[in-house]
């Protein structure tokens, strides 16, 4: 819409607005409960038909044909036919239906009947002024090529976006279904700060606060991990958080540098437990929410229904990078399979880091149906629990579903000595220019030397969560309000 007919249509609503005032219409009124969603008077036509309701919503169509206008009502749950008459109405409560403008909110009154065309309408009784739209809608906005502008106005987009409204409502009925089964597990929903003064639990660059009175930095969490897990040492044997985590990284169809997980910790599990519970839950949320464990994302059809496949990151790497890494056994074996396969590598690069890139270049992309990779190198997992059959490895997992991880868990590892041995190689790392390694977080240490039951842990991105089972494209279409570069 031209910058010129904009200002134009906005000064006759403001013109419609003051008439409204001056015929002593307060144009932005008063609190107004409805008896019914438009929905609900829909599917209880049987019942409701004859009798009186009351409705309150926005205008999304008006249509006068003389002694009689017809009008499209959309609240929360739907949208239902309005019908106005001379004769019920009144002469001058009818003519000031001609103040009305699509976007208006009002509310009305009035028995409930069917056209002759089958459409369930409320014939208006009496209606009152709500709110007042000073900018109209935009035109065409569905189809916008410009899918920043939607984001930007996320209200515009929920307005005259039907399917946008749904998966927004599917992503807060999949966090509650979550959480619903959690508790039926028994796990304690806790809550640990998001402002921290060492950025720990993930490999990941912070972004960095400073607080005035105590004259520090800090940091927004990029993890809860060490604070749930200081909270098995204390004897919560069961702990879950669902909350914002910070990460100062690039934008992508799957990455937003303010993103929602759930993490948890179980006492007493290990990693082979959180892929039960990861399945189980994934197949719950499915099934409670869309009524199926059969998803379709991008044109792809997955079953969510456990159990799911199980491989070994040494296994996938054989299979789609052709390089069999249980044959390489150490680092210098590790670097000339990387430049054979033209693998760029910075020369402090170890054995486990080169696997880990083998399986990020060759592998991710090819794992399409869920399936669990386990079996990760100590080398990118400073807190997951060495294997027993090989100390290069760990105890960890994570889930993919169409080529992108969405879990993440591992046997935690709580032996004190060995974590404090592997923060200090870290924290080498770091002091050498890596900014996503891992700090030295001392009192963890500490907590740990108190003791710390065996356990398992689990973090799932409930962003990508919902883009699967809401079949979203991008992060950005599950994220209300997704983080943009200021125009």
Known sequence: MEQDQLNELM??????????????????????????????????????????????????????????????????????????????????????????????????????????????????EGYRYLTKALRPLPEKWHGLKDVELRYRQRYVDLIVNDQVRETFIKRSKIIQAMRNFLNEHDFLEVETPVMQTIAGGALARPFITYHNTLEMNLYLRIATELHLKRLLIGGLDKVYEIGRIFRNEGISPYHNPEFTTVELYQSYADYEDMMTLTEDLFHQCARRVLGTSEVVFQGETFDLTPPWARETMIDVVRKYAGVDFAKISDDAGAREAARRAGLELKDENRWGEILNLFFETYCEEQLRRPVFIKDYPVDVSPLAKKMDSDPRLTYRFEAFIAGQEVANAFTELNDPLDQRERFERQLARREAGDKEAHMMDDDFVIALEYGMPPAGGLGIGIDRMVMILTDSPSIRDVILFPTLKPR
């Open 11 to 124: 000064k006759a609503r403001r013109q419609k607005m003051v008439q409204l005032q001056e015929k002593g219409i307060e144009p932005f009124g008063d609190n107004y409960i409805p008896s019914h969603y438009s929905a609900e008077v829909i599917e209880q036509l049987d019942i409701l038909i004859d009798k009186k309701v009351s409705l309150a919503g926005r205008l999304t169509a008006i249509r006068t044909h003389g002694k009689a206008t017809f009008a499209d009502l959309k609240d929360y749950k739907g949208t239902i036919q309005l019908y106005f008459r001379l004769d019920r109405l009144g002469e001058e409560e009818y003519n000031l239906i001609s103040l009305f403008d699509i976007g208006d909110f009002i509310a009305v009154e009035g028995p409930v009947f069917k056209t002759r065309k089958g459409e369930v309408t409320v014939s208006v």
